[in-house]
T-cell receptor
């Protein structure tokens, strides 16, 4: 089992550019979560999907952020346009019925 | 409003001694609690959990205690080892009663175990 796979591991982009983060959950897991980690706010949930359907997106900061899960094995988090305050580590996690919650290694995003 | 609080940003202990990490929560609907451990440049990894129907859960050197009336839980590591040096996150969930699978995390406590 390869675990939760995120790409890229690091992303440096200029302000105003579009950024796309990718996640492949563990096979068989039916829930997928996007978290953001910052020094000020710690680990905060942005959005989560159950059976590919967005269930709770109350943590998405603003309209610049969007997330999709077109199938059970792939999800994207997109920021357009990106801003320096979006710089953070973004984690994807997956679980089965709230069990076996497993995180990926994260994407460190730097917006300059 | 921070529903899960870890008031100590850092903790330093000597190898072989006990490490005690604390966590408080405000939402009385939480009934499942977890501790995660995070090394630099890696994602958090699950360490130990406890259901609200219990007040203690033990797994090797790690024990979690839950005091529901005080809305407080703690993680004990005995004996502490240098490899335990990491950031520890407390997390809480109201699943399945609350219907949401999301975990609410504290900001973490950085544990340093000195040889």
């Amino acid at each position: 089992d390869a675990g939760v796979i995120q790409s890229p591991r690091h992303e440096v982009t200029e302000m105003g550019q579009e950024v796309t983060l990718r996640c492949k959950p563990i096979s068989g897991h039916n829930s997928l979560f996007w978290y953001r980690q910052t020094m000020m706010r710690g680990l905060e949930l942005l959005i989560y999907f159950n059976n590919n359907v967005p269930i709770d997106d109350s943590g998405m900061p603003e309209d610049r952020f969007s997330a999709k899960m077109p199938n059970a094995s792939f999800s994207t988090l997109k920021i357009q346009p990106s801003e320096p305050r979006d710089s953070a580590v973004y984690f994807c996690a997956s679980s089965w019925q709230g069990d076996g919650y497993t995180f990926g290694s994260g994407t460190r995003l730097t917006v300059v | 409003d921070q529903q899960v609080k870890q008031n100590s940003p850092s903790l330093s202990v000597q190898e072989g001694r006990i490490s005690i990490l604390n966590c408080d929560y405000t939402n009385s609907m939480f009934d499942y609690f977890l501790w995660y451990k995070k090394y630099p440049a890696e994602g958090p990894t699950f360490l130990i959990s406890i259901s609200s129907i219990k007040d203690k859960n033990e797994d090797g050197r790690f024990t979690v205690f839950l005091n529901k009336s005080a809305k407080h839980l703690s993680l004990h590591i005995v004996p502490s080892q240098p490899g335990d040096s990491a950031v520890y996150f407390c997390a809480a969930s109201d699943y399945p009663q609350g219907g949401s699978e999301k975990l609410v995390f504290g900001k973490g406590t950085k544990l340093t175990v000195n040889p």
